[in-house]
């Protein structure tokens, strides 16, 4: 069974500023994908960012980046110049591929990261 | 236009009633989820259904029953609701079932059973 850690309840941030939220998983399968969703107070899942695991390079989009340690079975998301509507519930989320790259949606979540951006 | 819709938004009910949430997607997609948001935020998979078929029960109660009466649609049906079914019941679609597919999700319905 898989599973994901995200160990930080809550991470509070200054705007413009750096922030790294932190997610560990476990795992014994090879190939897989990783997740960042996002859910703000309006309740809505929304996805921020993935990687494959078998790209080396980390994924990028925008003001949002990931450190992805395969080895260490890390996966860290960096959100630069952090904006007061980057405020939400981040979520880290992992998917085995069975041997048809298939999983079916069934995505394993870790139990969340409360991010607040001050002004 | 929301991409995914589900109704109600909010849900209160007895202990022991019959309740649905309708969800629909106007993304075109094949795949359509039902995922449970317990009290302490945790995220799990429910059901999963591709071109309207059941592929995923995630050992849910049968007391849930999920029906796709066409691929635009997942609705949820809850019977003999107890306290332990209040969460927040999130549908979601996808274009296809590949392990890197991006979920869109509905905004969820929050039940609370008294």
């Known amino acids: 069974a898989q599973t994901v850690t995200q160990s930080q309840p809550e991470m509070s941030v200054q705007e413009a500023e750096t922030v790294t939220l932190s997610c560990t998983y476990d795992?014994?399968?090879?190939?897989?994908?990783l997740f960042w969703y996002k859910q703000p107070p309006s309740r809505q899942m929304i996805l921020v960012i993935r990687?494959?695991?078998?790209?080396?390079q980390n994924a990028t989009e925008n003001r949002f980046s990931v450190n992805f340690q395969k080895a260490a079975k890390s996966f860290s998301l960096k959100i630069s110049d952090s904006q007061l509507g980057d405020t939400a519930m981040y979520f880290c989320?992992?998917?085995?591929?069975?041997?048809?790259?298939?999983?079916?949606?069934?995505?394993?979540f870790g139990q969340g990261t409360i991010l607040t951006v001050h002004p | 236009d929301t991409a995914v819709s589900q109704t109600p938004k909010y849900l209160v009910t007895q202990m022991g009633n019959d309740k649905s949430i309708k969800c629909e997607q106007n993304?075109?997609?094949?795949?359509m989820y039902w995922y449970k948001q317990d009290s302490k935020k945790f995220l799990k998979i429910m059901f999963s259904?591709?071109?309207?078929?059941l592929i995923i029960n995630e050992t849910v109660p049968n007391r849930f029953s999920p029906k796709s009466p066409d691929k635009a649609h997942l609705n949820l049906h809850i019977n003999s609701l107890e306290l332990g079914d209040s969460a927040v019941y999130f549908c979601?679609?996808?274009?296809?079932w590949g392990a890197g597919e991006k979920l869109f999700f509905g905004s969820g319905t929050q039940l609370s059973v008294l």
């Open positions: 989320a992992f998917t085995p591929a069975n041997a048809g790259g298939t999983s079916y949606g069934k995505l394993t």
């Open positions: 990687q494959e695991a078998y790209k080396q």
């Open positions: 259904y591709n071109n309207k078929e």
């Open positions: 979601a679609s996808s274009h296809g």
């Open positions: 795992t014994s399968e090879n190939n897989y994908y």
């Open positions: 993304l075109g997609h094949d795949t």
